[in-house]
């Protein structure tokens, strides 16, 4: 089980990147096999090398949930070049309640080289989100 970012969320409401503990995979087949039980993300911020996310899902109270941020190893040539990525939820809960949690990744192996920024596309959010470094 992975642990969810701590003190993500200060007085106004924003997300605080201060636990940058989880690991994005980098792997085109563990990308194109991936399944994700239902989720919703809600907010995203990324503060250095670090993305957070917020998301919902049903469960009881998302205490044994498991999630993964995959990229692909294909880069595609856009200017900046973009990478496409799965937010990856395995709930067992069988509940309807719908809980909302944070997650933050650590995603400096997402960097491109000799490029200073990269859009990183994630499945189930509408627009890319710049990452520069």
């Not at 106004?12 to 085109?28: A, F, P, Q, R």
């Not at 995959?70 to 200017?79: M, R």
């Amino acid at each position: 089980m992975v642990a969810a970012c701590q003190d993500c969320e200060d007085d106004s409401g924003s997300i605080n990147l201060l636990d940058c503990n989880l690991n994005t995979t980098v792997s085109t087949l563990a990308y194109q096999n991936s399944t994700s039980d239902p989720v919703t993300i809600s907010f995203h911020a990324i503060t250095e090398n670090c993305l957070a996310l917020d998301y919902t899902a049903s469960g009881c109270d998302g205490s044994s949930w498991e999630v993964e941020l995959i990229a692909s190893e294909d880069i595609l040539e856009t200017n900046p070049p973009q990478r496409n990525l799965k937010f990856i939820l395995t709930n067992q809960e069988l509940y309807t309640a719908v809980i909302q949690q944070e997650m933050s990744f650590d995603i400096s192996n997402l960097q491109v080289a000799n490029n200073n920024s990269v859009l990183l596309s994630i499945d189930g959010i509408t627009e890319p989100i710049l990452y520069e470094y």
